[in-house]
């Protein structure tokens, strides 16, 4: 483990006992992992699962080279990737050992992982469950964040990514097929431009699915409405939850 992080390379059964044994020790310490999903997730949790990795995979070199640099954000907003890695610098001119990491984490593909019934590829490894989805993805930030301490970048589409990410995490590709609300969305059967059905406020309305992201937007035909469509019916606009709507 005495390899530069960008260096580091680990064989099929090494990877899969060491993810073994970190899991093993992330599901005895955390309250939040029940075996099967996710009740909520913390901060805390990923900085544990930082902890397990040097533990693990990167030994006295990540103090070496990251140290304290790295912290960790969640994100509810998220709809397609589902982490991203934020290099900061205090100052444009500053060089990689300067620069700080911010890893964010989009928390609705963990809690909808189970939403979908179908194998889910990560970085082109299969998730068999939400805590998996997570160390993969988290695997693949943390290959930018050791990219950008190098390079001052990183850019997962390039080669010199792709080869740190196969060396160190096997991974296979820089995507991840976790479920989406669209396709939560197309599985419920809800597709924009469908009439459906919610409760607000006490009140039934019906409208029709305008767009669908983290939620859909349905637009209701009102009759001092702000919205106007081409034929001058007016509408009020609602975000409302998919598993709120149903479908006329
Ligand atoms: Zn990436």
Redesign the pocket.
């Known amino acids: 483990m005495c390899r530069p992080l960008m260096e580091l390379e680990y064989g099929e059964e090494e990877l899969e006992q060491r993810r073994a044994e970190l899991i093993k020790q992330f599901s005895e310490t955390s309250q939040n992992w029940d075996g099967e999903r996710f009740k909520r997730l913390s901060t805390e949790d990923l900085k544990l699962l930082l902890d397990l990795y040097i533990e693990q995979f990167f030994g006295k070199r990540w103090d070496e080279e990251i140290g304290d640099r790295l912290t960790f954000s969640l994100s509810t907003r998220m709809t397609k990737s589902a982490g991203k ?1 934020i290099i900061k610098r205090s100052r444009p001119d500053l060089a990689p050992p300067q620069m700080r990491f911010e890893i964010r984490i989009g928390v609705s593909f963990l809690f909808q992982f189970d939403e979908v019934e179908r194998s889910k590829l990560v970085c082109g490894l299969s998730a068999p469950n939400a805590l998996w989805a997570l160390l993969f993805v988290l695997e ?2 943390l290959c ?1 964040v050791i990219e950008a301490a190098y390079y001052g970048k990183s850019n ?1 589409s390039k080669e010199r ?1 792709k080869g740190l990410a196969r060396r160190l995490f096997g991974h296979g590709s ?1 995507y991840h097929e976790l479920p989406t609300a669209r396709e939560i969305a197309y599985q419920k059967g809800l597709r924009v431009g469908d009439e459906v059905t919610f409760h607000h406020q006490g009140r039934m309305k019906k409208g029709m699915i305008a767009a669908i992201n983290k939620r859909a937007t349905v637009m209701v035909p009102a009759k001092d409405g702000p919205y106007m469509d081409k034929k001058g019916t007016r509408y009020d606009k609602y975000y409302v939850s998919l598993s709120s709507l149903t479908a006329l």
């Open positions: 890695t693949h930030e930018h997962c990514f820089s």
